[in-house]
């Protein structure tokens, strides 16, 4: 069976980049070095499935693109010739409501998926199809930003499965979704 | 010199209450008997600072009042005489903006403060007023209720100092403000 998994930054707010999109608040923080786990979670997951901000995000940082594993963006506005012609065999935008999705993806042998991006996981979270979040909180309060949370039509209880520092100053919780 | 000193339950999603300021969340993912430092903690300050709304919270549960030290309600709009009069030797009402409140209590010999409340630990931090924070965060998206951070002119910066699970699921995290 397909599973959603959420690995993300935050602030101690609850803001997981600024309203202009910049995580400039995260980058000033970040040790440089320090284990964060990314790696064996990128390494564990089939594919991503992100959203048209979190996706313009990355494309706006240039370089190389970071993802060793298939994209799908989110988009009810996006068409497949906006993605980059050299991203587009890694790289394919979808329109369809989550459930929807995960069922195709399931079809695909996907079986493990990396959802990002504040709005994608709150509409995971909310159609059941997060099956546990790692959230690692970065020592700092912006203030203002995109949440991470928010608007939810019932609780959803979760089991702590680990907590611990990182260096210099990040807290990472995982949770397991109830 | 005076310091502001803050001891709070969030959800993951960081409410401090519904919107309706109900802990049921809270109260629910009590595992009871745990020790969360509350003791200690409010053994260590002179007196508390807090909002109309977390007084009248607190007043409606009934029962005997939670507090050995002083309070100090903050709001415009209550008056001495809204106090209970069984209170009015623990508890007083000021108007004033939290730096003279400060200044004031600092002349009558108080050197740490709880501050409590969302709003006025937001007008505190916003002030430059508190000195440390102790955050507890349950095993629960709630969706929307009374936050506990938002709405800063500029960031502000924490050192971790510890971090600790607490069963059966929350997280504690300690920071001091830079």
């Known amino acids: ?14 803001f997981i980049a600024r309203t202009d999109d ?6 000033k923080h970040d ?12 390494d564990s997951v089939d594919g991503i499935v992100m959203g048209r901000t979190s996706f ?16 799908v963006v989110m988009s009810r506005s996006l068409a497949s010739s906006d993605i980059p012609e050299a991203l587009r065999d890694r790289v394919e935008v979808s329109a ?6 995960m069922a195709g993806l399931d079809g695909r042998g996907w079986r493990r998926v990396y959802v990002d991006g504040g709005q994608v996981i709150r509409a ?13 909180v970065a020592p700092v309060l912006i203030g203002a930003g995109k ?4 608007g939810l039509a019932r609780d959803i209880d979760l089991d702590l499965v680990a907590v611990r520092s990182i260096p ?7 949770y397991r979704v109830k």
Chains 1, 2 share one sequence.
């Open 96 to 101: 369809a409501a989550p459930a929807d999705l």
């Open 31 to 42: 040790g440089g070095g320090a284990d964060t786990g990314y790696q064996a979670f990128i």
């Open 22 to 27: 910049s995580l400039d608040w995260l980058m």
């Open 124 to 136: 995971f979270l909310e159609a059941r199809l997060i099956t546990d979040m790692v959230v690692t």
């Open 147 to 150: 949440p991470l949370f928010g």
């Open 56 to 71: 313009q995000t990355v494309l706006g940082f240039g370089g190389a693109w970071p993802y060793p594993v298939p994209v």
């Open 1 to 14: 069976m397909i599973t959603g998994h959420v690995f993300i930054a935050t602030s101690l707010d609850g």
């Open 168 to 174: 210099p100053g990040f807290v990472q919780v995982s």
